[in-house]
């Protein structure tokens, strides 16, 4: 478990006893889970069945020698690296209606870290109701204008981060700073909900 001596003991433990559901571990969930291990979160549940490719290195938590691996095993080896006892359930599996509530039964709160519309919404329409936080992101291609990037609720259970408008596309690319803003941004909302700080 990672030691940070910012936080209070009761804070570290709270952390360290969570369960964290990350559905995606391309940009938004690489960097996601990241952020969540060295804040001392205890246990991820990652899923994800795409492999590493080149063109995932521009933005993605993952190594030229990587490429061709699965993606959650690459990612379970990398976040281990950062802290050795974090507790990492990597399953390479594709979500859909059947299986999301039971991939993320254990955990208080999942972040939808998908690529795609149709994904985002499949995720969030299975766990809808389910009483879990949901930390979503919708808008974050292309590079520059940082202070779009915000944060807003949606009813007592999602949370979206992004500017809600920017769609990759061959002139919106996907960017690791843009793609990194709002993954830290997620990270940032699932700590702050598991210690009952302000979003």
């Known amino acids: 478990m990672q030691t940070n001596p910012y936080l209070t003991p009761g804070e570290r433990t709270r952390l360290a006893a969570a369960t964290v559901g990350i559905a995606g571990a391309g940009g938004l969930g690489s960097n996601c889970a990241l952020h969540l291990v060295r804040s001392g979160v205890g246990r991820l549940v990652i899923a994800d069945f795409d492999v590493v490719n080149e063109s995932n290195l521009n933005r993605q938590f ?8 699965k ?3 690459a ?5 281990l690296r950062v802290d050795p006892e974090a507790d990492i359930v990597a399953l390479d599996t594709k979500i859909d ?9 254990p955990c208080g709160i999942v972040v939808e870290a998908f690529d795609r519309a ?23 291609a292309g590079w520059g204008r940082s202070n779009a990037i915000r944060l807003r609720r949606f009813g007592g259970e999602m949370v979206v981060i992004g500017d809600g408008e920017s769609a990759v596309s061959d002139e919106m690319p996907p960017f690791s700073p843009r793609v990194g803003i ?18």
């Open 118 to 140: 149709d994904a985002k919404s499949l995720l969030l329409g299975a766990l809808a109701g389910s009483g879990k936080q949901l930390v979503a992101a919708s808008g974050i």
């Open 75 to 79: 990612l379970r080896e990398n976040l």
């Open 182 to 199: 709002a993954a830290a941004m997620q990270a940032n909302t699932v700590v702050a909900m598991l210690l009952g700080r302000e979003l």
């Open 97 to 105: 209606v059947a299986n999301a509530k039971d991939v993320f039964a």
């Open 71 to 73: 993606k959650v095993e």
């Open 62 to 69: 993952y190594f030229r020698d990587q490429i061709g691996r």
